[in-house]
């Protein structure tokens, strides 16, 4: 698997136009206040492929049998509604969920979104400048959390020995 | 003043660049690692400047004197190295530091970076997108406290008499 | 209408019974899922007027204009899905998000949901309660916040001179 | 052992009244300002036995060698003092307990609470509208960390085959 | 008023015992476990005395008429019992809260305790090094918060006319 | 300099003039504002030696290759530029510390500097202290937290058979 991570620093643009085209291939041409619960999550759900390669997240799959509301939540308003909507790239929104869910300690939903973001065409070398810039909204503990988790993530990725990731 | 919002969406890339440019301008030709506190506050200096059209932040000036070690570490580390760091552009670094300002409800300090932000031309729409992303990491009372402050910086920075944006 | 708050402890159960029936004469007879971002809108705005003694909320109309999709997410999400769910009354449900918004700091969002709780029959009393519990977990200085605009809230309720509520 | 879940929603009114009786029965019958630091104590483990089926609190005993200041203030004041006060049946008082510890991330506490909870008669589902509830003021990721937390829990009290939990 | 401020740095032993003394003073012969909380309540009024240079403190007494067992626990727990423990001299006790109020952001607290530092004869630059600290483990906000409300409290505590500290 | 460090607890006086020796013969005898960053690192690499026993600080050493400019930031800002500040002596400044860090629940980040406090003369019974009184701003969670790390922290740095610490 290459999932266009360009190491040496700006994202392939191409592989950006095909996400992007994607999320917008997923929304159905009307209005969005239009959309019913179950068509935002539809939605949703093609939403998380597109970030995730094209697989469901686990999380979420784990959460449907027991809060199903919680599941449907997370996945009509947080994925359909949010992660979808124009007005800003892909790139730029990760990114920002990434600052976001590292300054308040949420480590595991950051390494989630540093993910998407990686598959969006965001390099390593990206992500590392985020945590960086953590320590001065939130300090240091918050900014090696999110070093550490980083790492984690990106050995997770890497091709362990003529492998696949 | 005209500080380049594009209210269609992207920013002008020619301010950008040359925000970029004022602040490579400022980094001495040498390894970051051998500047000396004192170069590195002067940098801090000229990159405040640069985001803040030029102003010193009145916030910093006051500190200067009852906390002046605060004052040194916010210039020289924050601004000098932090803000100055290749490796992200200015909007997207200003944007990041937006949601993780407001995820954390430090609202104040999201408002100075939000004006940074428009500065470099980012576009008030774009901010708006911050904040409703921030109601899944950080709940409706941070995203909500972030708009009222984003209203407050809009309108401050409107022509008050006969102008337009 | 008088929302017959018992100074004295327990709440009227018939009032309680209305304001459930309230909520769910607001909502279509069809499963939640079906429902457009428009009608659960439709049915967050009358959430909230049952909460708030047939008045809109101030802060919600403040953000339609300018922060649209915020608006319309705490109106069909926090409201319309959220506060109208079944499976717990609304008394227990805002006791809860009182205590919740105490313990997080938002005591702006903390008011609003005790003048609902107020509306819906609780007691100055059993708010009160919820205070002195917050200190277990948040300690003392959310706690004392929390007491301090209770307090607020309490004499703004109060009919001032010779009026009522 | 059967803890009296009532799995199809409103909990088992008798047990609640035991419950009750169960704590008021071990306060003695005098101004608590009258009460010694060592009667509340007594009183905190008496509230303990009520809330956890008569077992005392594992992580209470662990503190109280090494820690028995903590140890005793948990129990004096916390337990003593805020579980046993009047003004608030123990269902509610609970509930809103685990909403505080869930708003600000204390999955490990809220799970003693969501315990106490259901030994006071509340049902798996007044806890799952709890961690629904969660979202609005807190954000996804600590609703969705109380969400798994609570699977944990329910499964742990869950005969496991033709046992008891 | 004198309150003992040693400008040049260390604070004077002399004043730092005879607070001590103070506070041994109010503390009957017997062991804590055996006071009753109208006891320990009355030993917190007298720790407030001690470091609030004799005088009661307005937010406590304010909470007394509508909050009584807030302001009883605030008193009895909160001062009588953990402000008033040996083990910690009143300086480095007061330090360390300084610390912890101003990291988790609680400025009007940590207002209060630096005074009650600066009465035990702690140093404004003391406590500035404390604000210098909290940017490591709560970033830029929380001590660049801190610093605005201890310069707050210096100028104050300062004479207006004529006089010298 | 010696100000009675208790002989009840562990604190050697001597091992600690020894450590406030080592860091003062860290820093160059210039201002510090005409230090370079590699400089200031290096001074922070000392810093920690003289906090860690002589031994370098694995989580930092970690991160050097993946986070270069982070694991920088914190040796040449954390340690080199605020611990090492002359105005407040090791003990208190290690204590307040302890407190910050309890306080906002970062446990692994306050294991590291308790432990420095324990190297630098801290008794135990001294650190207890702090948990005690984080209960007061942070509430009792974060202050149970902070007790299970302390108790693990002096179980590892007991001698386990016939060794030393």
């Known amino acids: 698997m290459t999932h266009g991570t360009d190491t040496l620093g700006r994202p392939p643009a191409r592989l950006r136009t095909l996400v992007a085209a994607g999320l917008l291939a997923a929304v159905p ?12 999550a539809k939605r949703g759900g093609e939403v ?3 970030l995730n ?22 996945e009509a308003y947080a994925l359909g509604d949010v992660w979808s909507r124009p007005g ?4 730029t929104r990760q ?4 600052a976001a869910f590292a300054a308040i300690g949420e480590t595991a939903f950051m390494k989630i ?11 390593e070398d990206e992500l590392k400048e985020i945590v960086y810039m953590v320590t001065v909204p939130a300090g240091f503990p918050r900014a090696i959390s999110a070093a550490r988790t980083l790492s984690e993530l990106f ?4 091709p362990s020995e003529g492998g696949t990731p």
Chains 1, 2, 3, 4, 5, 6 share one sequence.
């Not at 041409?29 to 935002?40: D, K, Q, S, V, Y």
């Not at 800003?88 to 790139?91: A, F, K, S």
């Not at 990114?95 to 990434?98: D, E, F, K, N, P």
């Open 113 to 123: 979104h540093a993910g998407y973001a990686l598959n969006a065409g965001v390099s």
């Open 95 to 98: 990114l920002a969920a990434v």
């Open 48 to 50: 998380i492929r597109s």
């Open 29 to 40: 041409a009307m209005p969005a206040a239009a959309l019913t619960t179950e068509e935002r």
């Open 53 to 74: 390669n094209g697989q469901p997240q686990p999380t979420l799959e784990r959460m449907r049998e027991e809060f199903p509301f919680l599941a449907e939540a997370t």
């Open 88 to 91: 800003l790239d892909t790139r």
């Open 155 to 158: 050995a997770e990725r890497r």
